[in-house]
């Protein structure tokens, strides 16, 4: 009897051991793949930190004095009204993306529109067309109707652009709705806008959260449509940071320096979201 059971714990014993082994093996490429996406990042900050000539140099020098010299330059070009102007051109276009995403996600997954898969690749294919293709005539629409140089112009495009994002990430959540809370919220008369505000809308939030941090994202670091369409009263901070960027003279350290300072908001907003996006993702917000 002894030996049957022996014979029964070996093969066990073996797959547990493969099971810690491949587990092992997992965590270790998890971790190498982290330091590979992390190091550009702390790189970059580090190099900030440091004059134009020690930053420059090649082979770089990791144990050179730091230096702030790359935050004076940037802090004292008066990089706050673009940077205003790329708040306010997300915040906007995230919330109007929003306002509209989610009674068109309702209507194709709740209450489905005639032909609603076509609805959506309708949607999809507004992002196949190339940015670069649709240049031209924004701008020479712009032109005609005097809105160059205008945040507005902005808004509306960051909206049009993530609206398709939104919408496919706000079904897949609303998808998943009972129909039973649904059909309570009918039997308490509540209509369209009261279901959406204080049913729909508390249950997809991680869903909410998720979509609307990708389209702030999105909408914060847009450079081709600002670089072309802005000037001097609606220039972003993705342009702004190009500016450093010059054919003569070091610019390394000033740059990493800019990128750093504009990349905080959306790191802030990433933390700050970080549980309700990760609950979004993991629950199917992106397949």
């Not at 714990?9 to 971790?31: D, E, F, I, N, Y």
């Not at 508390?202 to 998720?210: L, R, Y």
């Amino acid at each position: 009897m002894t030996t049957v059971k022996q014979a029964q714990a070996g093969p066990a014993m073996t797959q547990a051991g493969k099971k810690k082994r491949s587990g092992v093996l997992l965590t270790g490429a998890a971790w190498i793949i982290s330091v590979l996406f992390v190091f550009p990042v702390v790189w970059m900050i580090w190099t900030s930190f440091h004059s134009e000539t020690d930053a420059a140099t090649n082979p770089p020098k990791i144990l050179s004095p730091f230096s702030t010299e790359g935050y004076s330059a940037f802090f004292g070009s008066n990089p706050w009204p673009p940077i205003l102007n790329s708040l306010t051109a997300s915040v906007i276009s995230t919330v109007f993306v929003l306002c509209l995403a989610l009674p068109a996600a309702y209507a194709l997954s709740i209450r489905p529109v005639k032909k609603w898969s076509d609805v959506l690749f309708f949607f999809l294919s507004t992002k196949f067309m190339p940015v670069v293709a649709a240049l031209l005539p924004v701008y020479l629409f712009a032109e005609k109707i005097k809105f160059l140089d205008n945040i507005w112009l902005l808004i509306i495009l960051y909206t049009s652009m993530n609206l398709p994002i939104a919408v496919w990430m706000l079904r897949s959540f609303l998808s998943e709705i009972p129909d039973e809370m649904l059909e309570a919220a009918q039997v308490d008369g509540a209509g369209l806008v009261r279901t959406l505000r204080e049913i729909i809308a508390p249950v997809i939030m991680p869903g909410i959260a998720s979509a609307a941090l990708i389209c702030f994202i999105f909408s914060w670091n847009e450079l081709l449509f600002a670089r072309v369409l802005t000037g001097t009263r609606a220039e972003t901070a993705p342009v702004f940071l190009t500016g450093f960027v010059t054919s003569q003279g070091l610019f390394l350290a000033q740059v990493c320096a800019a990128s750093f300072v504009v990349s905080l908001p959306v790191l802030a907003a990433g933390f700050a979201a970080q549980d309700k996006l990760v609950q979004g993702l993991s629950m199917g917000a992106v397949r």
